[in-house]
């Protein structure tokens, strides 16, 4: 009779060991599977580039060393025939006129409401006339512009005013009928618009007193005249203008329904793209809104690039001042399940995902929408009975899909 070898206990511990050592290599390799929770999430097609805002704009200009009083601020919205401004033409406008013209104004209301009649005498009368003439002497020199003359006589003309207020009593305008006081009113009036003009809005829309000297050029009815360099020309200019003069030179009333911006880009952005199709554009460097347009005009490329042009649909009358933006052009927006590009798999010529189900892999269909920076959105399949039979369910929102696609297959259990 034989007998049987023992195995010395020397040796089994080691084995034991080695065994277990290899089932936990084994299980961390092989069945230690990496997933991520589905989200729901959102993709774009988009492209970026540099464009001009182009909207119709009426400027007003003036003079030069000229004084002018703002009667709207900046960035305000106006009805048509708002007062923009007064232009004050050749020297200071003497504030004692309007000062006078105030005083004479108070007294015909006074003498109105107490129909007080009181007569001039004979100097009063003299003066008067003599008033009279340096007026009209005064119209006559500010038209020929001999600016030093009419200081001389501006001189006299004061000197007999005050003459005739202190015969007739200037603080109670005493012995003055009605009937003087109008004409004399009138005469400073007259004397006072002689040296100012007053600068109304020819159109509603929004004021501001930043003129660029493009407003004539860069408006709508000349977009589809312009040329690809045409733009590129002046993108470059405006972007190399660094020392912008901060001077008065004029006022614009701009139109804040119909803004349009121009650029150039490469022909294979506006892949599927038309004159009609509805876009979204963003302004990056200011708030990052989004905000409706249109493709207006798309012209012939050349050298593979194209000049588009967009009709913008919003209200954004707080981007008034901006002639040159970086623009972001939204084409498409889509919604779905985000997973990580890794994720998806292809079975019996279907795409879709392994999900885990109560720890089995379970294969679901899906439509891959768009893909970017490493992720993919999917959708659900409808209608689609081929599909359906190699899929296992729907895609919700905080389902475990497995990343490790090449570990896993179909209805096996995940310890």
Request: charged share 30%.
């Amino acid at each position: 009779m034989k007998k049987r070898k023992k195995i010395s206990s020397l040796y089994i511990f080691p084995i034991l060991f080695f065994i277990i050592i290899c089932f936990y290599i084994y299980r961390f390799f092989f069945l230690n599977v990496d997933t991520e929770i589905i989200k729901y999430g959102e993709m774009e097609d988009y492209f970026e580039a540099k464009a001009i805002v182009i909207k119709n704009e009426w400027t007003y200009a003036f003079p030069e060393n000229a004084e002018i009083i703002k009667k709207a601020n900046e960035g305000e919205r106006v009805p048509f025939g708002k007062k923009l401004a007064e232009v004050i033409k050749g020297e200071k406008l003497d504030e004692d006129l309007k000062i006078k013209i105030s005083e004479l104004d108070a007294r015909i209301k006074e003498i109105e409401n107490s129909s007080e009649k009181n007569f001039f005498n004979d100097d009063s009368t003299r003066l008067q006339e003599s008033i009279d003439e340096k007026v009209e002497y005064i119209k006559i020199l500010s038209s020929q512009g001999n600016i030093e003359k009419i200081s001389e006589v501006k001189e006299q003309l004061s000197s007999d005013l005050n003459k005739k207020s202190l015969i007739s009593g200037e603080k109670s305008f005493s012995g003055r009928n009605l009937e003087q006081l109008k004409k004399e009113k009138a005469q400073l009036e007259e004397l006072h618009d002689n040296y100012m003009d007053t600068i109304v809005a020819s159109s509603p829309g929004i004021v501001s007193y930043n003129l660029d000297g493009l407003e004539q050029n860069l408006n709508p009815e000349n977009i589809e005249k312009f040329s690809i360099e045409d733009i590129k020309s002046i993108i470059n200019s405006l972007n190399n203008e660094n020392n912008k003069e901060d001077k008065l030179s004029g006022v614009k009333i701009i139109d804040n329904f119909a803004w349009y911006i121009c650029m150039t880009v490469e022909e294979k952005l506006l892949k599927g793209l038309e004159e009609g199709k509805r876009v979204l554009l963003v302004f990056k460097d200011y708030a990052n809104e989004t905000i409706k347009a249109k493709i207006k005009y798309i012209s012939e490329p050349i050298n593979g690039e194209v000049l588009v042009s967009y009709e913008i649909t919003d209200n954004i009358s707080k981007y008034y001042d901006i002639r040159l933006a970086d623009v972001k052009v939204i084409t498409n927006q889509y919604e779905g399940f985000m997973v990580s590009e890794k994720c998806i798999v292809e079975i019996e010529n279907h795409k879709g995902v392994y999900i885990i189900k109560e720890g089995i892999v379970k294969f679901v269909a899906a439509e891959v929408i768009a893909t970017d920076n490493g992720y993919a959105l999917i959708k659900n399949i409808e209608n689609k009975e081929d599909a359906i039979q190699v899929s296992s369910g729907t895609i919700k929102v905080y389902d475990e899909v497995v990343k490790d696609t090449d570990k896993v297959k179909p209805n096996q259990r995940i310890l």
